[in-house]
């Protein structure tokens, strides 16, 4: 769908407000630099900041904490050192960023290794939304399983060929 | 952020609620021309509806940055708008290094293509998600074309009033890219729907047990 320069020319019906922000003048973001306006949390003493009861990781690029904060992941098993490790490079380096997503691998396997523990055997299809894709994507399902499936017994069948000889030999 | 002026060309990349209210913003401001890029029918076809832009799905076009100089005059637009980010489809060698090999902070087709598209001395506006890494996009013709690239998140306390005097007027109705209504409990089919793009959905809405009737 892409029209040409006539039917482009032929749209006849303009938007609905077309040009009610064309002045700069009347739009929130002009200038850059406008302080927000200020609201009833003005009324509020100012925040107290937050106590961590867990660690928190701080980027060496900043001073500190903002006031308040809270993550769902609290560092914690190898995926936590790993983190340990990153946050030591300045978010300008591989080193934090490469670790810190090999470490989120991580802690995917420990985390199905946690359920496992507590006897909770993780739905990972279901997770992953297969109920969407077998009610309105059924087509193109079966035919990446029938990909997978080819290519695995091609891959099978690769092996064996390659096997066979050196067995014959030994 | 696109600094739009009246009679200006715009072209909004990706057609997601974003980009639908990307190119709405642009309608607003005044744009002479708003044309909406996607690879999916289904969202260009409410896209066009919902903003007035004019659709254009890249899957149709060999190479889409040509399409943009061609219809400008060989000039290209004035403002790009990219609301595409990471996932963005159209390339082979962005998918494969950003998306299935982790190379690169996700796929920058889009806003490669912004970037080629843009006229001499315009004006790039990222608003899509990308990875904190790095990404392969041609910052050399940045230079050469002295464009003005600006990037940030929503200001959300900061535009929430004007928008709701645009929904007063009767310009903008944001309940009508509320595709899909799901229970919170089905949140990973939720999931799935929205990043496959599936059933025809633009945005869903979750729906938490405690005010299901």
């Given amino acids: 769908m892409a029209y040409n320069d006539q039917q482009a020319r032929n749209i006849l019906t303009p938007a609905q407000g077309w040009g009610s922000d064309a002045d700069p003048r009347s739009r929130p973001g002009v200038p850059r630099d406008k302080r927000p306006e200020l609201g009833p949390e003005t009324l509020y003493p100012n925040i107290q900041p937050q106590l961590s009861t867990y660690k928190v990781h701080i980027s060496t690029e900043h001073g500190k904490l903002p006031p308040v904060f809270g993550t769902s992941a609290p560092p914690s098993g190898l995926s936590g050192m790993m983190r340990d490790f990153a946050y030591k490079f300045s978010e300008g380096r591989f080193a934090h960023w490469l670790t810190l997503l090999a470490a989120d691998r991580v802690n995917v396997l420990e985390g199905i290794i946690s359920d496992l523990r507590s006897g909770h055997i993780p739905n990972i299809p279901k997770e992953m939304g297969i109920g969407a894709e077998l009610k309105y994507n059924k087509k193109a399902f079966l035919l990446k399983v029938a990909g997978i499936a080819a290519t695995l017994i091609a891959a099978q069948r690769i092996y064996s060929h390659f096997k066979e000889p050196r067995e014959r030999l030994t | ?213």
């Avoid at chain 2, 890029?37 to 040509?66: C, H, I, S, W």
């Avoid at chain 2, 980010?85 to 889009?110: C, P």
């Avoid at chain 2, 998600?129 to 003005?148: C, D, R, W």
């Fill in chain 2, 1 to 213: 952020m696109g600094e739009i002026k009246k009679g200006d060309t715009v072209v909004v990349f990706g057609a997601g609620p974003v980009g639908i209210f990307a190119a709405k913003s642009a309608q607003l401001m005044g744009a002479g021309r708003v044309m909406i890029v996607d690879g999916y029918d289904y969202r260009l076809e409410f896209a066009q509806k919902f903003t007035g832009a004019e659709p254009v799905n890249f899957r149709e076009l060999d190479d889409p940055v040509m399409f943009f100089k061609k219809t400008t005059d060989h000039l290209g637009p004035d403002v790009c708008i990219e609301a595409v980010g990471a996932e963005a489809d159209g390339s082979f060698l962005q998918r494969l290094t950003g998306v299935k090999m982790k190379l690169q902070a996700g796929a920058a087709t889009a806003l490669y293509w912004a970037i080629d598209s843009v006229r001499k001395g315009g004006v790039i506006s990222i608003v899509g998600v990308f990875g904190p890494t790095s990404n392969m996009v041609p910052i050399g013709n940045v230079v050469n074309k002295g464009l003005t690239i600006r990037a940030n998140q929503a200001s959300v306390r900061r535009n929430v009033p004007k928008l709701f005097e645009h929904i007063e007027a009767g310009h903008v109705s944001p309940k009508d890219v509320l595709t899909h209504r799901i229970p919170l409990e089905e949140i990973s089919d939720a999931y799935h729907l929205f990043s496959s793009k599936l059933d025809n959905i633009i945005k869903p809405v979750l729906i938490p047990p405690s005010v299901r009737h």
